[in-house]
């Protein structure tokens, strides 16, 4: 496995404002993601961020709103941008291992942001 | 499009009695099935997977989970289960050759274990 810490584990921001949060790996990764996870509800993937170029968004998130940094192969940030009560989330990076038994996703601790 | 369902959003037992958190799926070609678990106020943790092989897959913390083919399931299970083991249960599935992008999650089941 890996080990990954996440900043802040938790904040309260106003509306209008921006948090970035950054996730560090104890190793290097090719595959990193950020993930969403709404009160009661499951996971939901955000983006990709891809070492050396721009963030591969899925569906429904824009980088304008969560633009994503990946300076190296082991750090990243997702920045929520103009924030509103609707992103009030835990918001979850997670790493890709290949291993003799395939491959798996491990994840940080989470940041839980609420949105006054 | 694949799919997980996790038909029980809240599971009871009793400590010391056998638990199952039941997870189906829904995938095109051969699944990869994962267990999740999240403890209050903390990340996800990797449970146990499975790709190919026994059918039964043995994780941590004495968890298995069971891969049914004929009945697309990948129950998750536990003989005997401590007060510990109450958190929040997320089965996920993609396919063997698709991209970790495709990891599709369940809606969660909340396991309490009741001294």
């Known amino acids: 496995s890996a080990v990954i810490s996440q900043k802040p584990s938790r904040d309260i921001c106003q509306r209008g404002t921006s948090l970035t949060i950054q996730c560090q790996v104890d190793s290097q990764v090719t595959m990193m993601f950020w993930y969403r996870q709404q009160p009661g509800q499951s996971l939901t993937l955000i983006a990709t961020a891809n070492q050396g170029s721009e963030a591969t968004y899925e569906s429904g998130f824009v980088i304008d709103k969560f633009p994503i940094s990946r300076p190296n192969l082991t750090f990243s940030t997702l920045t929520v941008s103009n924030m509103s009560p609707e992103d009030s989330s835990i918001y979850l990076c997670?790493?890709?291992?290949?291993?003799?038994?395939?491959?798996?996703?491990?994840f940080g601790p989470g940041t839980r942001l609420l949105v006054l | 499009a694949q799919s997980v369902a996790q038909p029980e959003d809240q599971v009871n037992v009793a400590e010391g009695n056998p638990l199952t958190v039941k997870c189906t799926y829904s995938v095109s070609g051969n699944p990869y099935l994962f267990w999740y678990v999240q403890y209050p106020n903390r990340g996800l943790q990797f449970l146990l997977k499975y790709i190919t092989g026994d059918n039964l897959v043995k994780g941590s913390y004495g968890f298995e989970a069971e891969f049914n083919k004929s009945q697309t399931s990948f129950h998750l299970k536990k003989p005997s289960a401590l007060v510990s083991d109450s958190a929040l249960y997320f089965c996920?599935?993609?396919?063997?050759?698709?991209?970790?992008?495709?990891?599709?999650f369940g809606s969660g089941t909340q396991l309490t274990v009741l001294p």
């Open positions: 996920a599935v993609r396919t063997l050759g698709g991209s970790a992008r495709q990891l599709t």
């Open positions: 997670s790493v890709e291992l290949v291993g003799t038994d395939g491959r798996t996703q491990y």
